[in-house]
């Protein structure tokens, strides 16, 4: 499948980068001489200079022999002109990266088979965390029937270098999966043998109706938030704030900007909003940090982020989130002080990765410090697989069924379990094991 990518920020490096590693014939467009030049330095696919609104440079790209055209350039109008060319030119489909609510409408009109907006999905999985409980992830499949789950080991837990053999023997009633653990950004498939360790993220999957055992197995509370504090006043701060109001949670968000302060205060009346340095000690104390379910660090700077999260962690706030811009740090910085992230990059190539591999495929996930992928596919009546045992398949150390959805059930599978045609599973997969993965759909 050729695939033209409009755009070389971290949304088009991210997925450039990934569809190069599963074999698809890649074009990126960047109008900005240096990081053309980067990219075409870190990622093994043609790399064309030039803008990404110009049909002459589309054409360049090959954008007429094209399956996909992912235009996700920092400019709303340059992602609709290039979606303009893809009309033209009859590109099957075309996704853009569109925030202008007016530009949505052009790029709709246009034909866009998907419109995205990085900062509202990054919001909704923002919103979905202080719902969810102490956890750095919830993510639904099989309908809503299976959970995935994820957190950060305490280091206290009484699980600490036990390997998970031996806590399925010893816990009465274990009926859930961890599936894979994420050690300072190295990913593991789980297996008998894993040994849990401080500070690990540990991803696991139970049935929706069971999460409460897992939440009590990890140590957590599963109440959703009933204050947060927001820190900053990004686009995705205020779209985060205005969306928590809405849900009925008591909101502060705290910026060290007068005139920010007020447009928010304007913007936002349900919001309490404060003016001050984000990680002032006394000011977050004064803002009741130490009874704070949620503190959300969410300015435009990693660096920031990462403090002010810490300080108001080292405050006694219950939980802190904090967005990453890079996310090659996140591995580093996790689990540490920090128990959830977000990036606005995955939440946006999470959807675009949805999109592009609907059909037997259900829904794709990726992770912040992980390059592994949580994907939902449908087992057709030409799979391999029908009628053997997990045990019979030998599938590689780099993937794992972590969950089957079969007609109206939903269950955690064992090595005794025969998969049947038209069972939904859920696999979650290193990037060498992808393809593996997809061929079990048959």
């Known amino acids: 499948m050729r695939i033209v990518i409009v755009g070389a920020g971290a949304v088009g490096l991210f997925l450039a980068d990934k569809f190069a590693h599963e074999g698809q014939d890649v074009v990126l467009v960047e109008s900005d001489s240096d990081r053309a030049a980067e990219a075409q330095a870190e990622i093994d696919c043609l790399v064309i200079h030039g803008n990404g609104a110009s049909v ?25 002109l290039a979606c303009a060319a893809g009309a033209q030119l009859k590109i099957p489909r075309k996704i853009a990266r569109v925030e202008d609510s007016q530009l949505k409408a052009e790029a709709e009109a246009l034909g866009v088979d998907l419109v995205i907006d990085p900062g509202k999905a990054a919001a909704r999985e923002l919103l979905k965390l202080a719902t969810s409980g102490h956890i750095a992830e919830k993510i639904e499949f099989a309908d809503g029937e ?9 280091p ?73 504090i927001i820190l900053g006043s990004t686009r995705l701060a205020k779209l985060t704030a205005m969306m928590l109001v809405e849900h009925g949670i008591h909101t502060t ?27 002032d000690p006394k000011l977050l104390q004064s803002e009741g940090v130490a009874v704070t379910d949620t503190v959300m660090a969410l300015t435009g700077w990693d660096g920031e982020n990462v403090l002010g999260a810490l300080v108001a962690k080292s405050l006694g706030a219950r939980e802190v989130i904090a967005r990453f811009s890079n996310t090659d740090i996140v591995g580093l910085v996790s689990g540490i002080g920090i128990d959830a992230t977000v990036s606005s990059r995955l939440s946006a190539a999470n959807e675009i990765l949805r999109f592009v591999r609907r059909g037997v495929i259900h829904s794709v996930v990726t992770f912040s410090d992980s390059d592994a992928e949580a994907i939902e596919l449908e087992v057709r009546p030409s799979s391999a697989a029908i009628g053997k045992t997990l045990a019979d398949l030998a599938l590689p150390h780099s993937l794992i069924i972590g969950g089957i959805q079969r007609g109206g ?34």
Request: glycine fraction near 8%; charged fraction near 25%; include cysteine.
């Open 56 to 80: 002459a440079t589309l054409r360049e790209a090959g954008l007429e022999d094209a399956d996909l055209l992912i235009a996700v350039s920092s400019s709303d109008a340059v992602n609709v």
């Open 146 to 154: 299976l959970v995935l789950l994820g957190a950060y080991i305490d």
């Open 156 to 228: 206290e837990a009484p699980f600490v270098g036990r390997t998970l053999a031996d806590l399925r023997e010893s816990i009465e009633g274990w009926d859930w999966l961890v599936v894979a653990v994420i050690r300072f950004g190295e990913t593991h498939i789980a297996r008998g043998a894993t040994t849990l360790e401080a500070h690990d993220h540990v991803l696991m999957m139970a049935c929706a109706n069971r999460t409460e055992e897992a939440y009590q197995w990890l140590g957590l509370s599963s109440k959703p938030a009933e204050k947060v």
């Open 253 to 279: 968000l705290i910026e060290p900007d007068r005139d920010r302060c007020r447009h928010i205060a304007e913007e936002l009346p349900g919001v309490v909003t404060v003016r001050g340095e984000i990680i």
């Open 409 to 442: 059930e939903a269950f955690v599978p064992r090595g005794n379990t025969r998969i049947e045609e038209g069972d939904h599973l859920i696999v979650i997969a290193l990037p060498e094991a992808i393809s593996i993965a997809e061929k079990l759909s048959g």
